[in-house]
C-alpha cells in the first residue's frame, strides 16, 4: 500500500483481491498483527457479512509478533547491560588494527579467534543470536574491552561488569523459550493452531521460574505483563485445536489452562466452560453443512486407556483420575459424534509425542466425519504471519539500485520463481531465517589470511 494504513484503506486492499479471485464468501480466517488498524479493519468486514457463520476464527492476531512484543517489553528492562555488550563488540569490530589485537588476545586464552555481529533493533531474535554468540567469550571479551578503555581514560561506567554477563547468560536461557517458540509457531509445512497453548504453557513456566531472579526479575515481571494483556483470554482457534487432539481432550485443555493460570495468576475456569459451550456451537454449525455423510467403523480400534505422553499431561491427569472432570462430561445429545470422541480412548497415539493431526484425522474421517472437517479447518489456520511476510520482502531484496527499473510484472515473476523455488525445497520458511543465523556464526577468522569467512558489519 502506498497511501495511508488505515483500517478503511486496509479492508479495500483485502477485500479487492477476495473479490478478484471469487473467494469472498469462502474466507475462514485473516492473520493479522497487532497493529490497531488491523483490527479496526475487520470491524469493516463484519459489517458486510465476511464471513458467514458467525466468524468464530476469522481474526487471527500473530503469535510471533505477540512474543515480540513481550519479549521486547523485557528486553528494554535490561536495555543498559545489553547496550554495553553490544557497544564493545561494536567498537572491538569498528577498526582493523583494534581487532587483529583482539584476535591476538583470544589466541592467548585458546579461543578461536573471531568477529561479533551486532543486533538489529527490529529483530529481537538478532539479540538473541549476538549474546547467544557472545558468551563463550565473556571473559576474553571483557578483559580486553576494558583494558582498552583504562588505556584511553574513558569512565569505569562503560566497562564490562560480571553482572552484565550473567545477566546475558540467564537472559538468553530464558529467552531460548521464547525463541523456540518463535520458530515452532512460523513454520509452514506443519499445522502450527495447535502449538501456541503448548508453547504459552512452557514460556508461563519459565516466567514463574525466573520472575524472583534477582538481576532479571525486572525484566520477567514487564514480559509476564505484556503476556498477559494478549493472552489472559485464550483464542478460541488455539483451545480447539488442541482439543482435537486425541491425546489431549478437552480434559487436556482443562490441565494446561490450570498451569498457565497458576504460573500467571490468571482465572480460567470461567473460560474452560465458555469454550466447551463454543465447540458445541461450532460443531452443530459443522454437522448443519456435513452431517449427511455417513459414518463407518474406524480401521483403527478406541480402547479405555489413560495412557499420555507430555510429562505435564501425565502428572495432573493422574491427580484428577479419581475425578471425573466437568469439561469431560458429555454435552447435547444432538451432538452424538463429538460425545463420543470427547468418551473415547485413543491407546494408540496417546503416548506419541509426535503425531500427524492431519493424518490422524484423515484416517478417522468416516468414523467422525463432521469432526473431521472442523479438524481440517482448525489445523488450516496459520497463527503467524511470518512465512508470508518473509515471501513479500523477498521483493525488498529483488529491486535494489542496480535493479530499481523492474516493471511490476517482473518483480511479480521474479518473486513467484524464488517462491516456488523454495517450495520445492520445502524452505519457504527457513531462509530468512538461516540467513540472520548465518550471520552471527559464521564470523570465525581465517588463520590463513586473517579475514571473517563473512564480512563484519556494525
Same mark, same amino acid.
Given at each position: /500500500? ?41 470491524? !469493516? ?74 543486533? /538489529? ?216 459424534? !463429538? ?96 540467513? !540472520? ?22
Amino acid at each position: /500500500m502506498d497511501y495511508a494504513h488505515t483500517a478503511e484503506n486496509i479492508f479495500n486492499v483485502i477485500l479487492s483481491v477476495l473479490e478478484t479471485y471469487e473467494i469472498t464468501n469462502r474466507i475462514l480466517y485473516i492473520t493479522l498483527d497487532n497493529a490497531s488498524a488491523n483490527t479496526s479493519s475487520i470491524a !469493516l468486514f463484519v459489517d458486510r457479512n465476511i464471513p458467514q457463520d458467525g466468524g468464530y476464527f476469522f481474526h487471527q492476531r500473530c503469535a510471533c509478533h505477540i512474543i515480540n512484543l513481550v519479549v521486547q517489553a523485557g528486553l528494554k528492562k535490561v536495555s543498559d547491560r545489553v547496550d554495553r555488550i553490544r557497544d564493545a563488540i561494536s567498537w572491538i569490530g569498528s577498526s582493523n588494527p583494534r581487532f587483529q589485537e583482539f584476535r591476538r588476545h583470544c589466541t592467548l586464552n585458546n579461543l578461536r579467534p573471531r568477529r561479533f555481529q551486532t543486533d /538489529m533493533p527490529v529483530r529481537w531474535n538478532s539479540t538473541y543470536l549476538m549474546l547467544e554468540n557472545c558468551l563463550p567469550y565473556d571473559t576474553t571479551i571483557s578483559g580486553f574491552y576494558n583494558m582498552k578503555l583504562a588505556e584511553l581514560g574513558r569512565p569505569q561506567s562503560e566497562a564490562l561488569t560480571p553482572d552484565d554477563w550473567y545477566v546475558a547468560k540467564v537472559f538468553v536461557e530464558f529467552l531460548k523459550i521464547f525463541y523456540d517458540a518463535t520458530v515452532t509457531l512460523s513454520g509452514v509445512y506443519y499445522p502450527t493452531s495447535c502449538e501456541p497453548i503448548h508453547r504459552i504453557v512452557e514460556m508461563s513456566e519459565a516466567i514463574n521460574n525466573y520472575r524472583a531472579d534477582e538481576h532479571l526479575g525486572i525484566a520477567v515481571v514487564a514480559m509476564e505483563a505484556k503476556l498477559k494483556k494478549y493472552w489472559s483470554t485464550i483464542p478460541l482457534l488455539y483451545a480447539l485445536s488442541i482439543v482435537i487432539d486425541p491425546r489431549i481432550k478437552l480434559s487436556g485443555l482443562e490441565v494446561f489452562l490450570e498451569v498457565i493460570g497458576t504460573n500467571l495468576e490468571i482465572h480460567y475456569s470461567a473460560q474452560v466452560t465458555d469454550i466447551r459451550n463454543k465447540l458445541f456451537e461450532v460443531f452443530r454449525i459443522y454437522e448443519r453443512r456435513f452431517g449427511g455423510i455417513e459414518t463407518q467403523p474406524s480401521t483403527e480400534l478406541e480402547t479405555q486407556s489413560e495412557q499420555t505422553s507430555w510429562a505435564i499431561l501425565k502428572r495432573r491427569k493422574k491427580d484428577k483420575s479419581a475425578s471425573t472432570s466437568s469439561t469431560q462430561r458429555s454435552g447435547p445429545s444432538s451432538c452424538a459424534e !463429538l460425545n463420543r470422541y470427547l468418551e473415547a480412548q485413543f491407546d494408540a497415539v496417546e503416548d506419541k509425542k509426535e503425531l500427524d493431526l492431519l493424518l490422524f484425522w484423515k484416517s478417522y474421517t468416516h468414523r467422525y466425519p463432521v469432526l473431521s472437517q472442523l479438524a481440517r479447518d482448525l489445523l488450516v489456520i496459520p497463527v503467524s504471519t511470518v512465512s508470508s511476510e518473509q515471501a513479500f520482502s523477498t521483493s525488498g531484496r529483488i529491486i535494489e539500485p542496480r535493479r530499481s527499473c523492474l516493471t511490476p510484472d517482473m518483480v511479480e515473476v521474479l518473486t513467484s520463481l524464488r517462491d516456488w523455488e523454495h517450495a520445492k525445497k520445502r524452505l519457504q520458511n527457513q531462509t530468512i531465517d538461516n540467513e !540472520l543465523i548465518q550471520n552471527f556464526n559464521n564470523l570465525y577468522v581465517d588463520e590463513a589470511s586473517g579475514s571473517g569467512s563473512n564480512q563484519f558489519q556494525n
